[in-house]
């Protein structure tokens, strides 16, 4: 997918992240993947790499959904302002339009949001399911914070 850029001082945080040795490095790695994997997230041959504050990815996820979902619990890590996304999707997918991205900001809500993208408020919790389980509720978002926003005709 590419390269992403999230606030490096927003976000969950994870033991090691933003260190500078190369011990430090692989254990902020270690810490990473360990995350992606606490979610249950299906990818074959995960692997995680921290350069500064860039976050690079590696592995086959079983869908886009999946592939999507990883940058972001990565990328949603105080101290990483970059994820590097090179993993690879396992199934093929019919010409589904990707998700787009949104920074929360100062003020927004899942509502908010929703009008904004599907000029209806009241879809808030399409985004919320798209977001789990990295949201536990609704109204639990922050600023800097990046969420997918599905397409509604996927």
Known sequence: MGLFSFIKNAGAKVFGIGKTTEEEAA????NLKNAVNALGFEVAD?????????????GEADSQETREKVVLVVGNTEGIGSVDDRMTVAEVEIEVPLAQFHTVESGDTLGKIAKTYYGNAMKYPVIFEA??????????????QVLRIPNLDA
């Open 27 to 30: 254990e902020a790695a270690t």
């Open 46 to 58: 995960l692997n995680v790499t921290v350069d500064g504050e860039t976050a690079t990815i590696y």
């Open 131 to 144: 977001n789990k389980p990295m949201l536990s509720h609704p109204d639990k978002i922050y600023p800097g």
